[in-house]
Structures are given as C-alpha cells and as structure tokens.
C-alpha cells in the first residue's frame, strides 16, 4: 500500500470527526429552512460518493476488460465492491433526501426529477447483482458484470447531470450550475467540502477492507485448493 | 463481412421463420394486452398521457418477449460455438443487432396500428408519431442486443432480461412517452429535441455495445 492511499484511507478519522462537529456547532443554519438545512451537509456526501463509486466500479471494470495478461488481480470482484458499497450509499442518499423532503416539502416522495435519477441508477445497480447471481458458477462471470458495468457507468451522467436539468426539479440550483456561482455561506461552503472529503474517505476505508477481506479469502481459497 | 453479415442475418430469419416462435409470442402478446385492454376500459377516454404510457408498456414488453431470442436460441441449440468458429465477432453483432431492429420494426408495425384502432385514438402529428415509435424502437433494439447476449450466457433466464433491460431503457421509455402525448395531443413543437435524442441514444448505446460484444462473445 503507497503512503498516498494510507494517508487517504487514516485521514478519514481526522475528517469525518470534524465534518461532524463542522456540520453541527461551525456551519450556520439556512436562513428558511433553519437547522433542518443541516442534513445538507450528509445528504450531498452521500450522493456524491454514491456516484464515484459507480464511476470507479465502471473505470476498474474496463481495466479488467483491457487487462489481457491479468497482470492485476481480481479487478472484476473490486469494481463489485465498489458497485456494493455506491448502492449502499446512494441507498442511504435516498433514506436521508426523503427526510429532508418531508421537511422541506411536506412528502417523503415527490417524484421530482432528481429523486426519479437516484431510483433509477438503483434498478440498474440492483439488476447489475442480479445478473451476477444469475452467472453463479459460470467461468465468464467477471467478463459478463463488468460489460454490464460499463454500461451502466455511460448510463450515469444522464441520470446525475441531464434529466436534472431538462426537466423542471425541486431541488434548488446545483453547485455545477448555468450562472457558474455557488449560491452557499462561506462557512456552509467550507463544511460541505470537509464532509465530501471526509465521506470521500470513508469509502475509500470500506473499499480498502473490502479489499483486503477479498485478499484474505483468495489466499484461503487457494490453500485449500493447494490441499 | 458483409456477405457474412447478410448470411448470418439470412440464417437468422429462416430459423426463426421455420418456428415463428419468438414472432408468435410478441405478438400474441401486444394483441392481447390492447384487446384486454380495450375490453376492460369498455370505451373510457384516456388522456394522451396514459394513453402513450400503454402503447409504450406494451411495446416494452412485446419486445421483451422476443428479443432475447436472438441469443438466448443459439445457446440452446448449441449453435453458438459453432458460430464463434465460423463467423467473425463483428459481423455476429451487426447481424444480430440488424435482426433486432427488423424484428423491432415488425412489433412497432403491429402494435401501433392495433392499439390506435381499438383504443379509438386520434392522432394530431401522425408524421412526429410514426417518427417516434421508429425512433423509439431503434432505442429498445439498440440497447437489448448486447443485453441479450449477456442473459444468453446466464442461462437465458426471460425474467432477467426484463430486470436488466428495463432500467437502461427508462430514459428512453421516458422520453418517447412524453414524446408520443406531444404527437398524440398536437402540442410538440417542431423543434422538438426527443427524436434527437432518441437517435443520439441508439447512435451512443450501439457504439459501447459494439464494443464490448466481442468480451462477451468470445469465451477464453
């Protein structure tokens, strides 16, 4: 393991600490929706981990294609990981935008384009696990997942950048938006950025032991067969 | 490879033609889902939206119903080994993905007409419909291929197909629904942006598809 990744993978126990304490004691409360506005600094994290997940799920699984020699090990069951841990997050990005929806507008489910993505990008992860059950056994598993992978990661930027923006949305003007200004407190700005990191870094630890359990197991798998 | 291409694609239909199954069963069941359909709304005015969301679940599912076959046929008769020897990867998938299209485009010619005439619908743009559902079907066609190639290798199971078919194809089931009301109602304007996109759609899904195909094609 390079110094980079350790000092990714330990920082998160400095970050998620204080993108909490940020989040709760720093951060000022919005002038409207008061301290329920504070979900903001959960609710984006989520999403926004949610999505590189995926992405990085789709990236290892074209490496995996590409990799003739397999000169890398177990690409196709890493993406998997990832692909786990982005439904888990984007799973908990919809429990905790539902809240915030009941809050804000008075109805957990409001159909709102931007909900409708996250539903979406769901299905195809869903049925991405069950193809891979379905292939149980089957020698072209890894191959077969990782090109339903792809996919699904050329699939995602009409989900999270296009439908929110074609068709008329709830949510209030993105951070990647038309007049290029973030429309956030400075000290809202700033705890936003710590918790993306901070969640950044909490899946880079669950991908890293995910890992690393995966290692575990090949080399018991191996012994046995070895026996 | 074109000669191979047009063989392959030749040998698909007679085969299918020999047995019409996969033909048979889409159809029967766009036919029955519009006569059922008629008979239980017994003459009930549908607005244009729920009107284009059923045209589109029928025609989502007669095509789930068919084509898969493509694949899912060469795996149980056990053909597609031989295939692999003798046929290129390139010219396996246009003629199959060529196939689907055709095969599409016969659903499309079925259903359409059948569900205007027993659902009594009048049509305002026949030109921006009859565009759409091509467009539309291009889109299905396009994106179920290399997923049919896929569920083959799982063991050809119908309901996998469906499940991972259908969250690919929400947007465009999504836009050709909304595109179909603007048809059926005469609100579309002329600059409308769907048919771009459902063309853009089919462009980009058969390039990816193109290209991973030879990874699930051929076992190593």
């Known amino acids: 393991m390079t110094i980079l990744t350790r000092g990714v993978i ?69 993406s998997y990981n990832s692909a786990s841990i982005g439904l888990a997050f984007a799973i908990l990005t919809v429990i905790t935008g539902s809240l915030w929806a009941k809050l804000t507008w008075g109805s957990f489910w409001n159909w709102d384009p931007r909900e409708t993505s996250v539903v979406l990008i769901l299905l195809i992860y869903i049925a991405y696990f069950s193809l ?57 700005r700033m705890t936003l950025l710590v918790s993306v990191l901070a969640f950044s870094s909490l899946y880079a630890y669950i991908f890293h032991l995910m890992n690393r359990m995966l290692s575990v197991k090949k080399a018991t798998e191996d012994l046995h067969a070895g026996d | 490879m074109g000669e191979e291409i047009l063989r392959n694609l030749r040998k698909d239909f007679l085969v299918e033609f020999r047995s019409r199954f996969a033909l048979n069963v889409s159809i029967a069941f766009a036919v029955i889902a519009t006569v059922s359909l008629s008979l239980t709304a017994g003459g009930t005015p549908f607005s244009p939206l729920v009107q284009s969301i059923l045209l589109w679940i029928i025609i989502f599912f007669s095509a789930m119903n068919g084509l898969s076959h493509i694949f899912v046929r060469e795996e149980d008769q056990a053909t597609s080994l031989f295939l692999r020897i003798t046929v290129s990867v390139d010219s396996v998938f246009i003629s199959k993905f060529l196939y689907n299209q055709i095969f599409m485009m016969i659903i499309i010619a079925v259903v359409t007409p059948l569900f205007l005439f027993f659902l009594q619908i009048h049509v305002a743009l026949i030109c921006y419909f009859i565009c759409t559902a091509i467009a539309g079907g291009m889109a299905i066609a396009s994106c179920t291929t290399i997923v049919a190639a896929m569920v083959a290798k799982a063991g050809g199971r119908g309901s996998l197909f469906s499940i991972l078919s259908f969250p690919l194809l929400l947007p465009v089931l999504w836009v050709s629904i909304s595109s179909t009301r603007g048809a059926l109602d005469g609100s579309s304007p002329a600059e409308d942006a769907s048919l771009v996109f459902l063309l853009a759609f089919s462009g980009f899904i058969s390039a990816i598809s193109f290209l991973l195909f030879r990874f699930v094609w051929i076992e190593e």
């Open chain 1, 10 to 78: 330990k920082s998160f126990y400095i970050l998620m600490p204080l993108a909490i304490i940020m989040a709760f004691l720093w951060a000022p409360s919005a002038a409207v929706l008061g301290d329920f506005s504070r979900i903001i600094y959960f609710h984006v994290p989520l999403a926004w981990v949610s999505v590189l997940a995926f992405l990085v799920s789709g990236v290892l699984s074209v490496a995996y294609l590409m990799d003739k020699k397999k000169r890398y090990r177990w690409l196709d069951e890493k």
């Open chain 1, 132 to 188: 891979r059950s379905g292939l149980s056994g089957n020698e072209q598993r890894g191959v077969i997942g990782s090109s339903y992978l792809i996919l699904a990661m050329i699939m995602l930027p009409f989900f999270v950048f296009l439908a929110p923006r074609i068709y008329d949305s709830l949510h209030p003007a993105t951070i990647i938006n038309a007049d290029k200004r973030i429309y956030l407190d400075g000290r809202m």
